[in-house]
C-alpha cells in the first residue's frame, strides 16, 4: 500500500486510492495526500453521534459500497467517445470549465480568451506546469485535521477546477465550473479560487447528473480566498440525479473589506450535505449567504453554515429558506461566531421553512456565539405553512389549488432567487424547483 | 456621535459596587450529622437507613445508584471546569437537632431562624405578613413547615418530601419518578440514588392554592452536595403558584447541587413554578462557587393544562438546567420565562425544552440573558412538534444583552419540527446598551448607573413581571446588585 503506513486498517472508501497509487504527484502533494487518506482512516466518515451530525446519517454513502470513479472515467470523456453532454443555461455566455465524473473534459469546456493574467484550468494541468499558486491555494483553507469528509476529498485530491484572478482582473463572462457526473462511483470534485487585491468575478459552481441520471456520490471541497476589496459573487448550484449523494465542504476566506455574496441552491440529491464556512479575516469585510433549498420525495437536505468572525468592523448577512413537502427533511445548522476582539459586528441570520406536507420534518438550529460586547447579532428561525388567507385568494382568481400552491411556495423563495442576478439561472432554478411543489400541491387536493 | 462622559468619576463608582462582597457569606455553626465523604452502596443504604425509608424506596435508590456508576458526565454544555470529584464529596448532612424534630417555629433551633434572618428571609414574619407557607430546607433535611394546618384543611398536602414518603407513600409512589425517570441523565441519576430531602406537594382536583407554597434551599455544610427532590402534583381543575429561592454561604471549594424538580399537571390544572437562584458565584477570580446542574421539568399530562416555569438566576459559579415542560395533554400551554445574569467568572448554561405533543399545544419562552465581566452566557433551547401536536405552536424570543468586552454570550436553539399544521417562530438578538439610550437617560438627569440600571430592568421586564410580587422586588435587587457593578 502506497498511501497509508503498511499494516494499518484501510477504509473501504479509501481502498481505490492503490489503483493509481500516489504516482505522478509531485512531492508535496503526495505528502499530502498521504497525510490525508492517514486521517480520514483515523475518522472515518461522520456519524449522528457526533453533535455536527446529529440529524444526518452518512451509513447510506457505505451500504452503497461507492467505488472511485478513477481515471478512466476521464479518459472517457477525454476521448470526447462518451455520451455526455453538457447543457449551458441558456441565454448565459460564459467562460465554463467542465469537469465530468472528477476529470477535466476539455471537449465540453470553453475557456475563451480570459482578461490578462486570469488564470481558468484545471488542477492537473496546472500541477504539470508547477504552477505556484495552486500549491500554495491547496488546503490552504479547508484543513482536513478535523473534518474527515475534506481528508477524504484531500486523498482523492488530483483534478478540479483553479482560477486565479490577479489584482484589478475584473472577469466580466461568469466563470461557469460544472461537474458532471455519469456513472455510479464516487468523486471526489475540488475547486481553487483565488482573487487577488481589487479583482471582481461571478463564478458559477454546478453539480448535475449526465443523462442516464445513476446514483453516485459526489464529496466536493472548494476553497475560496478572497484578496483586499475583491469582490465575488458565487452561485452553487446543487442539482445532482435524485439517487445520488452529494456531501460538501465550501471554505471561504476575506482580507479586508473584501465582498462575498453566496448563493447556495440545493434541490437534487437524494442527500445533500453542505458546509460553508465563511472567515471574515480582516477588518471591513462583508459577507452574504443566500440559501434555498428543497425536499420532496424521501430526499434529505442539511445545510450547516459556519461565519466567523474575527475581526472587527465585518458584517454578514444570511437568509436561508427551504420547501418541504412528502417526506422530505430538511436540516439547517447556523453559526455565527463573534471573536473577543470582534468588535462593530454586524450580523443577522435567518432560517425559513414552509412545510408543504405532515409528512416532512425539519430540524432547524441557528446558534450565535459571541464574546465581543459591541456588535448587533440577532437570528431568527421560523417553520411554518402556506397563508390559507392568500391560499383562498388565488382561488378565488380562478387557481387551482396545486397552482396557487406553486405561486405562493415561488413566492416565497423569489426574494432569494432573484437576487442571483444573473436572471436565466435563477429561471432554471424556479424550474428545477417548481415541479416538485406543484405535484407536491396536487397529491394535497 | 460620540458620547460625552466622565470615565474616570463612573469607574469608581463602579468600582465600589463591584468590590461589593457576597452578602449573605457567613457560615452557620451548627453540628451537622454527616456521612463521611464518597458514595457507594452503603453511602445509599445509609441515607436511606438515617431516613428511615421503605423498602420500595431504598431498591429505587440502589438500582438509580447501579446505573450512576455506569454512566459518564455529560460534556456538551457550553461550560468549563475542573473534574468534580465524586468520592470528596459528603453526601448526607442533617442539623443535629433533627431528632427531636421542632413542632412549631418556636422550636426550631434558634441559630438556624437567625440564618435565615440574616438572608433576609424572616421565617415568622414572612409568614405572618406575607402569607407564605415556608418549608425550609436548611442543608438536606426539612425543619420548619408553616401554614400546614391552614393547607390540610383544604386537603393539601405540602410537606418535606421524607415526610410524604412516610405520611403519603402511595401519592409519593405513583408519581416519584414519572417525569424525571431515574436514568434520565447522569445528574438526575446521582440525585435519584441520593436524594437527601426536598419539597413535596399534592393540589387535590379542583383547589385553588390560597397561598404561594414557598421552599428557601440553602447550602450550609462545607462540602456537601445538596440533593433535593421536589415533587409537585397538581390534580384535575387544581392551581398552585410555587416559589422556590436558593443562597449559600460563602466557600471556597465548589460545591455541587443537583437537584430534581418533578411537576406534573392533570386536566386543567395550572402549575407555575418560580425560581430565582442567588447561591454563591464564586469570588472575582472564580474561585468557589456553586456548581448548579438541576433537571427540572414538568409534565402536562391532561388537557387544557398549563405549566410556566419562571426563573431568575443570578447566583452558581456554573449554571446548568433547562426547565422543560412534556406537553402531552390537548391544548395544554407551556411556558419558560428567564433571566440569567453572569457576572465576574460565572457560567450559564440554560435554557428550556418544549415537547408538543397533544394536539393544539402551545409554548412561549423568553429568555433574557445579561452577561458582564467574564461572564459566559449560554441559552440552549429544544422545541420539538411531534407528529400528532397538530396545530401546535411556539414563539421563543432570546435576547443579550453585554455589558464588558470579555463576557460571552451564545444561543444554541435546537427546533424539530415534525408536522406541517404547526407553527414554530425563534428570534434572537444579542447587542450591547446602546450609546444613544445612555446619552438619552443622562440627558435627562439620570446618573450613569441609575441610566444603567433602568435599561436592564427594562430589558428583564417581560421575564419579572411573571414573577409573584414579593419575589419581583427580591429578584429586580438582586439584579441591580449583580448587575451595577459590571457597567464599565
Sequence with gaps: MTALAAGKKIDPLLADLDRDGLAGDPDWLAKLRRRAAASFDAHGLPTPKQEAWKYTDLSAIRSRGYRWGGIDAG???????????????VGLDPISIVFVDGVFAERLSDLGVAPRGVRIVSIADALSRGESWVREGLSALAHFEDRSLVAL????????????????????????????????????????????????ATLIEDYAPGADRPAYYNN????????????????????????????????????????????????????????????????GSEAELWGVYSAFGNRHVDNHTFVDHTEPSCTSRETYKGILGERGRAVFNGRVLVRPDAQK????????????????????????????????????????????????????????????????????????????????????????????????????? | METPREPVAVDAALNEIVEQEYRFGFVSDIEADSAPPGLSEEIVRFISAKKEEPEWLLEWRLAAYRRWIRMVEPKWAHVHYPPIDFQEISYYSAPKSKEDAPKSLDEVDPELLETFEKLGI?????????GVAVDAVFDSVSVATTFKDKLSDLGIVFCSFSEAVRNHPDLVRKYLGTVVPPGDNFYSTLNSAVFSDGSFAYIPEGVQCPMELSTYFR????????????????????????????????????QLHAAVVELIALEDADIKYSTVQNWYPGDKEGKGGIYNFVTKRGACRGARSKISWTQVETGSAITWKYPGCLLIGDESVGEFYSVAMTNNKQQADTGTKMIHIGKN???????????????????????????????ARNYSQCDSLLLGDRCGAHTFPYLEVRNESSTVEHEASTSKIGEDQLFYCQSRGLSMEDAVSMIVNGFCKEVLRELPMEFAVEAQKLLGVSLEGAVG
Design chain 1, 75 to 89: 479518459e472517457r470523456a477525454r476521448d470526447g467517445g462518451d455520451s455526455i453532454e453538457h447543457t449551458p443555461f
Design chain 1, 153 to 200: 476529498n484531500t486523498a482523492y485530491l488530483r483534478d478540479g477546477a483553479a482560477i486565479y484572478l490577479p489584482e484589478r482582473a475584473v472577469v466580466e463572462r461568469p466563470i461557469h465550473v460544472r461537474f458532471l457526473s455519469s456513472r455510479e462511483a464516487a468523486h471526489h470534485p475540488r475547486m481553487l479560487f483565488c482573487a487577488m487585491k481589487d479583482a471582481e
Design chain 1, 220 to 283: 466536493a471541497v472548494s476553497e475560496l480566498s478572497l484578496g483586499a476589496n475583491a469582490r465575488l459573487r458565487h452561485i452553487r448550484i446543487e442539482n445532482e440525479a435524485s439517487a445520488a449523494h452529494h456531501t460538501a465542504t465550501v471554505q471561504v476566506l476575506q482580507r479586508a473589506h473584501s465582498r462575498y455574496q453566496g448563493f447556495n441552491i440545493s434541490v437534487g440529491a437524494s442527500l445533500a450535505r453542505i458546509d460553508t464556512n465563511v472567515a471574515l479575516n480582516e477588518a
Design chain 1, 345 to 445: 459586528t454586524n450580523a443577522v441570520q435567518r432560517n425559513q421553512n414552509l412545510l408543504l406536507s405532515t409528512d416532512a420534518r425539519v430540524d432547524t438550529k441557528p446558534e450565535l456565539e459571541i464574546y465581543a460586547d459591541d456588535v448587533k447579532c440577532a437570528h431568527g428561525a421560523t417553520v411554518g405553512q402556506l397563508d390559507p388567507a392568500a391560499l383562498f385568494y388565488l382561488r378565488s382568481r380562478g387557481l387551482g389549488v396545486a397552482e396557487a400552491r406553486a405561486v405562493l411556495s415561488r413566492a416565497f423563495v423569489s426574494d432569494v432567487l432573484d437576487r442571483i442576478g444573473q436572471e436565466t439561472i435563477a429561471k432554471s432554478l424556479a424550474l428545477a424547483l417548481m415541479p416538485a411543489v406543484e405535484a407536491n400541491g396536487k397529491e394535497q387536493a
Design chain 2, 122 to 130: 424572616p421565617l415568622s414574619e414572612r409568614a405572618a405578613l406575607a
Design chain 2, 219 to 254: 447550602i450550609n455544610a462545607a462540602k456537601t452536595g445538596q440533593f433535593e427532590r421536589t415533587l409537585l402534583v397538581a390534580d384535575k381543575g387544581a392551581r398552585v403558584s410555587y416559589l422556590e429561592g436558593c443562597t449559600a454561604p460563602m466557600r471556597d471549594e465548589n
Design chain 2, 361 to 391: 399545544t402551545r409554548s412561549t419562552i423568553l429568555s433574557k440573558g445579561i452577561s458582564a465581566g467574564e461572564g459566559q452566557n449560554a441559552y440552549r433551547g429544544l422545541v420539538r412538534i411531534q407528529k400528532g401536536a397538530e396545530g
